[in-house]
């Protein structure tokens, strides 16, 4: 039963740490979504890659968001420094072009920022 | 701009029937999903409407209207597992790739009652 799996699933840091989240998208699915959730904003969209490369990156915070696909079986969302605004839910979706139309959502990673 | 409304909440009782609004004004359009939210869970994936009509799958249907910017969703002989937030998403931006990002909804929580 192939998933989508993120690391950490829960993570509590302080203001001004740096926090990396972690996506391993199922294999052979060539693209990558990284969404933040909130009771507030709801499910954004921050960042999205194909074939590693990234093709859409304007929802993120570019000044302390950063989001990285180092190869095919790894997604990497970094912030730095770390805010208390930026204590949400973060998804990691996979999907496959031109074959499936959906995304399949990873159990997503539980940040708060003290 | 784009704009995805959905009633914020929805009672029904076991057995019953809901039906679920989602109106849309998107640039550009390119299907529209739905997507099923437990509490403390990842999205995951009901639906997928690109041509006008109706779309079943067991107890749940979708219907889009693109000319109205309108969907639906049928949840019928509601069961209490049924309880979860039903989130709309419009896949938008399809001049730049050909499998482009989704906007979701802020998503409409229903609830099942014995």
């Given at each position: 039963d192939a998933r989508v799996t993120q690391t950490p699933r829960h993570k509590v840091t302080e203001m001004g740490q740096e926090v990396t989240m972690r996506c391993q998208p199922i294999l052979g699915h060539n693209t990558v979504f990284w969404y933040r959730q909130t009771m507030m904003q709801g499910l954004e969209l921050l960042a999205y890659f194909r074939n590693r490369a990234p093709?859409?990156?304007?929802?993120?915070?570019k000044d302390r968001f950063s989001a990285e696909m180092p190869d095919a079986t790894l997604a990497t969302l970094k912030i730095q420094p770390s805010e208390p605004r930026d204590s949400a839910v973060y998804f990691c979706a996979s999907g496959l072009t031109g074959v499936a139309y959906e995304q399949y959502f990873g159990p997503g990673t539980r940040l708060t920022v003290t | 701009g784009q704009n995805i409304d959905q009633p914020t909440e929805m009672t029904a009782t076991e057995g019953a029937i809901v039906q679920i609004n989602c109106t849309y004004q998107t640039s550009g359009f390119n299907g529209l999903f739905w997507y099923q939210q437990h509490a403390g869970e990842a999205p995951t994936f009901l639906s997928y409407n690109v041509l006008d009509g109706l779309e079943e799958k067991g107890r749940f249907s979708s219907f889009l209207s693109r000319s109205k910017g309108y969907s639906y969703l049928l949840l019928k002989?509601?069961?209490?597992?049924?309880s979860a937030s039903y989130l709309c998403a419009v896949r938008t931006d399809p001049s730049t790739d050909s499998w482009g990002k989704l906007q979701f909804g802020a998503g409409t929580q229903v609830v099942v009652t014995p």
């Amino acid at each position: 039963d192939a998933r989508v799996t993120q690391t950490p699933r829960h993570k509590v840091t302080e203001m001004g740490q740096e926090v990396t989240m972690r996506c391993q998208p199922i294999l052979g699915h060539n693209t990558v979504f990284w969404y933040r959730q909130t009771m507030m904003q709801g499910l954004e969209l921050l960042a999205y890659f194909r074939n590693r490369a990234p093709l859409d990156d304007s929802g993120m915070p570019k000044d302390r968001f950063s989001a990285e696909m180092p190869d095919a079986t790894l997604a990497t969302l970094k912030i730095q420094p770390s805010e208390p605004r930026d204590s949400a839910v973060y998804f990691c979706a996979s999907g496959l072009t031109g074959v499936a139309y959906e995304q399949y959502f990873g159990p997503g990673t539980r940040l708060t920022v003290t | 701009g784009q704009n995805i409304d959905q009633p914020t909440e929805m009672t029904a009782t076991e057995g019953a029937i809901v039906q679920i609004n989602c109106t849309y004004q998107t640039s550009g359009f390119n299907g529209l999903f739905w997507y099923q939210q437990h509490a403390g869970e990842a999205p995951t994936f009901l639906s997928y409407n690109v041509l006008d009509g109706l779309e079943e799958k067991g107890r749940f249907s979708s219907f889009l209207s693109r000319s109205k910017g309108y969907s639906y969703l049928l949840l019928k002989e509601l069961q209490m597992k049924d309880s979860a937030s039903y989130l709309c998403a419009v896949r938008t931006d399809p001049s730049t790739d050909s499998w482009g990002k989704l906007q979701f909804g802020a998503g409409t929580q229903v609830v099942v009652t014995p």
